[in-house]
């Protein structure tokens, strides 16, 4: 594509990674600022989460369609357009005054967002030849896989010190020095610009629309309601699950398609995206996880929490181009995955095993081990899921796999979170069991707190309270063993995979 024009994919690669690392901290950055957000503007706790979830929904409808709006209005033109509209969203979120302001100005955000990781994902892999995607997608994947973690501990530092508004304000220089990059080194390739119109899939667009909605509120909300036990959630699972079957019929009937269903004849491709889902549900869980873990149970702070997060995310950085020059150099993209979900498993196995005593250093190594183990894992991936798509087909499949990766990481985080709270129920009844006279531990508790506490109630309240951490961590405990074995459970898929082909000529 931009070869033809002259200029150097290392440039193309830093003008559209610019966009996506901005879309992709702005995901995670607003967590950590929601305490601070729901005083400024007078919001209570379940209304707040709707600054997350209408960004979420937004975004979750866009980036399937992204490959068709790039080939209908012009792939440049549409993330020029989604930049400039991500800006002044993000400028408008830091000026709202009243909450429903700020949930409007996130959801147009969400959709001015969307476009931006598959699109920018399309113009790497068309900017790099094809034997050269590995090294394309260690590039993308060092912002896909780093901006999560770099989120939170970037906008709790920002909240701190600057106030809430920043974190949206400080899209603005980004994002116009992304718009200019853009404007200078990306161009269409022939097959957009010479495309004719094609009719709007108006009936598809709809039924995406309502379907992913419907999911993205769902998984956002279900653990809160109870899953099934609520009607609301209910209501919406049989509605995404009716939209998204009708959706899927339609798709595969109409001649031109919002999102072409058909580009999963590839068998690599298929198998790629169900690797990526299962992956990323992993993944995010244990994203999830160890914060909490780290401040609700050893009482770090947000800064500390992230230190314990930021060596994986180095570790992340640094070894995803090695993870792309082992590819380049003909490394067999099947295996280097194999070995990335079995360090996956490893590291979350290790996780599994952390308790109340757990120092510093002992959480950090699992986490650098587990940025390792992402940069085995995400390169050969997305190399081995493209190897066979051709130029033409790239902007929908990227579309769709970032789609699977997204929605593969919600699923993750809700069905985590609802792990980890049933079985703190679960650990908590079990241990409650103990705490009767006949136990030599309970009453060795009790002596031994008399001599502080005169009071039962004083002693009985202080060894609830330790029931409680302890029924939590066994909670924790299970929630990584479930993680560490999804990714054990992967491991025989990679054999299914075809072996990359290599082009015979290398490029120069």
Not at 1 to 20: D, E
Not at 300 to 326: D, I, Q, W
Request: glycine content about 8%; overall charge positive.
């Amino acid at each position: 594509m931009n070869r033809v024009k002259g200029i150097n994919k290392w440039v193309i690669a830093l003008s559209v990674m610019l966009p996506t690392i901005m879309e992709i901290v702005d995901t995670t950055i607003v967590n950590v600022s929601l305490p601070h957000i729901r005083g400024s503007l007078s919001v209570g706790l379940d209304e707040s989460t709707w600054i997350l979830t209408s960004y979420l929904v937004s975004n979750a409808i866009i980036i399937p369609i992204t490959g068709w709006l790039g080939n209908t209005f012009g792939r440049k033109r549409y993330l020029m357009f989604s930049i400039f509209a991500f800006t002044v969203m993000s400028f408008l979120c830091g000026y709202a005054d009243s909450f429903y302001m700020l949930v409007a100005f996130r959801f147009l955000q969400g959709i001015a967002g969307g476009g931006l990781q598959p699109i920018s994902q399309a113009i790497l892999l068309e900017s790099f030849p094809k034997e050269q995607r590995g090294l394309a997608m260690a590039v993308f994947g060092m912002g896909v896989v780093v901006g999560p973690v770099l989120g939170p501990v970037f906008g709790g530092w920002i909240t701190d010190n600057w106030g809430w508004r920043w974190i949206f304000y400080i899209n603005i220089p980004v994002g116009i020095l992304s718009f200019i990059m853009i404007n200078m080194f990306v161009f269409d390739p022939d097959y957009i610009s010479n495309s004719k119109k094609t009719k709007i899939d108006y009936v598809g667009l709809s039924l995406l629309t309502v379907g992913v909605g419907a999911l993205q509120i769902l998984l956002d909300n279900a653990q809160r309601k109870d899953w099934f036990a609520s009607h609301f959630i209910t209501t919406l699972a049989i509605l995404s699950a009716i939209s998204l079957t009708l959706f899927v019929i339609n798709e595969l009937k109409v001649k031109n398609p919002v999102v072409n269903l058909r580009i999963f004849r590839h068998p690599s491709f298929s198998i790629g995206n169900m690797i990526m889902f299962f992956g990323f549900f992993g993944f995010f869980g244990t994203i999830v996880l160890l914060p909490l873990y780290l401040q609700n149970l050893m009482g770090y702070t947000a800064f500390l929490a992230g230190l314990v997060l930021g060596p994986g995310a180095l570790t992340t950085f640094l070894f995803m181009p090695l993870s792309g020059k082992l590819l380049e150099r003909g490394f067999d993209a099947r295996r280097l995955l194999f070995v990335g979900l079995a360090m996956n498993a490893v590291a979350v196995y290790i996780m599994a095993h952390f308790n109340l005593s757990a120092d510093f250093w002992y959480v950090i190594m699992p986490r650098g081990l587990q940025g390792i183990a992402v940069a085995f894992f995400f390169v050969p991936l997305a190399a081995a899921t493209f190897a066979n798509v051709e130029n033409e087909e790239v902007g929908n499949a990227s579309g769709i796999f970032n789609f699977i990766k997204n929605i593969g990481g919600s699923f993750g985080t809700s069905i985590v979170m609802t792990i980890l709270t049933r079985r703190e129920q679960f650990h908590q009844s079990r241990l409650v069991e103990n705490l009767t006279p006949s136990n030599d531990a309970f009453n060795s508790a009790r002596v031994f707190l008399s001599h502080t506490f005169s009071s039962a109630s004083q002693q009985f309240g202080i060894i609830y309270k330790e029931l409680l951490k302890q029924s939590s961590m066994l909670a924790f405990n299970d929630a990584f063993y479930f993680c560490a074995v999804i990714f054990i459970l992967l491991m025989p898929t990679v054999l299914i995979m075809r072996k990359p082909q290599r082009a015979s000529k290398p490029y120069e």
